[in-house]
């Protein structure tokens, strides 16, 4: 199929949708109102940036997606996060449009105002069929809609890894020397990093005679005042705040991990792509219970879950994992059969481009 992929360019998540559908064999016009980055596409990604930008761009540039989907011979359009470039489709008319949601378009653009939550509920609504990562964020999506009814069911695509890229070290992590507890993470309130720092204070600084380090990986806004709290408790010195990488140093930063945190605080937490990508690298991971978080972790077998926003209980499950090495070995090779089985990347991609033939044929006999 030749599909109309309308996201943001600048964003990584976009990049590596438009480059898994090629790879699959789908042609894929990529178009956004945002600057594309400026690396790590395919070739084949066709890359057309519209004329306006901003919030106005959403409303005005309808009619030339239109223009480009007719001349490019596109069959489908999928709009990315379903304010923003779900309300550009919607006013395109183009069809058949299936609409991907992300998080923060469900759980926080209808709580705005009550003209926010009609404009979303009529994209969701007037699109031929919508996509989401987990079945947390389609029951948000329900409940947004309080009723209202959809044109198709919503289709479950998770957002997986490459786990030939995402793999465990080559060499396992030592029994001795320091153990390092980390996560990769933007820098907001939302993701509880202020938790796990509070969490890591508590566990003091050595256990069983191995010192305890926590590295932060991650951009944002709240840098300057977790460095402050960090220091405030006292853990500065074994705290380290490293800073944005760029996606393909993942996996590096990740195999010098020996457990993996997720302490998000809010649903909008939708899915949880950092968690399946330790996972992926062996880690037993211990994540809070939000969103779509308990939905990539078996509890119990692959790692815990504990409460959100709750520095003592997210200590008492590190130091569960602390206490037992090899419950860590056992949750850490679990995770990565998990997600082979589960969320293989090359296995979503392939279960996308099935909906979207699914959703292509059904919209055509409809007509």
């Given at each position: 199929?030749?599909?109309?992929?309308?996201?943001?360019?600048?964003?990584?998540?976009?990049?590596?949708?438009?480059?898994?559908?090629?790879?699959?064999?789908?042609?894929?016009?990529?178009?956004?109102?945002?600057?594309?980055?400026?690396?790590?596409?395919?070739?084949?990604?066709?890359?057309?940036?519209?004329?306006?930008?901003?919030?106005?761009?959403?409303?005005?540039?309808?009619?030339?997606?239109?223009?480009?989907?007719?001349?490019?011979?596109?069959?489908?359009?999928?709009?990315?996060?379903?304010?923003?470039?779900?309300?550009?489709?919607?006013?395109?008319?183009?069809?058949?449009?299936?609409?991907?949601?992300?998080?923060?378009?469900?759980?926080?653009?209808?709580?705005?105002?009550?003209?926010?939550?009609?404009?979303?509920?009529?994209?969701?609504?007037?699109?031929?069929?919508?996509?989401?990562?987990?079945?947390a964020m389609s029951a948000q999506v329900m409940k947004v809609l309080d009723g209202e009814k959809l044109k198709r069911h919503i289709v479950i695509t998770p957002f997986g890894v490459d786990t030939a890229q995402f793999l465990p070290a080559r060499e396992a992590r030592p029994d001795s020397g320091p153990i390092v507890i980390g996560t990769v993470k933007?820098?907001?309130?939302?993701?509880?990093?202020?938790?796990?720092?509070?969490?890591?204070?508590?566990?003091?600084?050595?256990?069983?005679?191995?010192?305890?380090?926590?590295?932060?990986?991650?951009?944002?806004?709240?840098?300057?005042?977790?460095?402050?709290?960090?220091?405030?408790?006292?853990?500065?010195?074994?705290?380290?705040?490293?800073?944005?990488?760029?996606?393909?140093?993942?996996?590096?930063?990740?195999?010098?991990?020996?457990?993996?945190?997720?302490?998000?605080?809010?649903?909008?937490?939708?899915?949880?792509?950092?968690?399946?990508?330790?996972?992926?690298?062996?880690?037993?991971?211990?994540?809070?219970?939000?969103?779509?978080?308990?939905?990539?972790?078996?509890?119990?077998?692959?790692?815990?879950?504990?409460?959100?926003?709750?520095?003592?209980?997210?200590?008492?499950?590190?130091?569960?994992?602390?206490?037992?090495?090899?419950?860590?070995?056992?949750?850490?090779?679990?995770?990565?059969?998990?997600?082979?089985?589960?969320?293989?990347?090359?296995?979503?991609?392939?279960?996308?481009?099935?909906?979207?033939?699914?959703?292509?044929?059904?919209?055509?006999?409809?007509?």
């Amino acid at each position: 199929m030749k599909i109309m992929l309308l996201s943001a360019g600048s964003a990584i998540h976009t990049q590596r949708w438009a480059n898994g559908l090629v790879a699959a064999g789908e042609e894929v016009v990529c178009v956004s109102q945002h600057d594309f980055l400026p690396e790590g596409w395919d070739q084949r990604v066709e890359q057309i940036r519209l004329p306006r930008s901003g919030l106005t761009g959403y409303f005005l540039n309808g009619r030339v997606v239109a223009q480009l989907f007719d001349r490019h011979g596109c069959e489908l359009l999928n709009a990315h996060y379903a304010t923003g470039y779900g309300v550009l489709a919607t006013r395109s008319g183009v069809r058949p449009r299936i609409v991907s949601v992300w998080g923060s378009d469900v759980y926080d653009f209808p709580q705005t105002s009550p003209v926010h939550r009609r404009m979303l509920r009529q994209v969701l609504t007037s699109a031929d069929a919508l996509a989401s990562t987990s079945m947390a964020m389609s029951a948000q999506v329900m409940k947004v809609l309080d009723g209202e009814k959809l044109k198709r069911h919503i289709v479950i695509t998770p957002f997986g890894v490459d786990t030939a890229q995402f793999l465990p070290a080559r060499e396992a992590r030592p029994d001795s020397g320091p153990i390092v507890i980390g996560t990769v993470k933007t820098l907001e309130s939302k993701y509880g990093i202020d938790t796990l720092i509070k969490a890591f204070a508590q566990l003091g600084p050595s256990h069983r005679g191995r010192p305890l380090q926590l590295r932060i990986v991650g951009g944002g806004s709240q840098r300057e005042q977790l460095q402050v709290l960090a220091t405030s408790l006292g853990v500065h010195q074994r705290c380290e705040l490293l800073g944005p990488v760029p996606h393909a140093e993942v996996p590096s930063y990740l195999q010098g991990f020996d457990i993996f945190v997720a302490a998000s605080r809010l649903d909008s937490e939708s899915f949880g792509v950092a968690v399946i990508e330790a996972s992926a690298c062996g880690l037993p991971v211990v994540v809070t219970d939000v969103g779509g978080l308990p939905e990539v972790v078996r509890a119990e077998e692959t790692g815990l879950v504990v409460r959100r926003d709750n520095p003592t209980a997210l200590a008492a499950g590190l130091s569960r994992m602390l206490d037992d090495a090899a419950l860590r070995r056992r949750f850490g090779e679990a995770g990565r059969a998990w997600v082979q089985s589960r969320y293989e990347w090359r296995d979503c991609v392939q279960m996308m481009c099935g909906h979207y033939r699914i959703i292509a044929a059904m919209a055509k006999g409809g007509r």
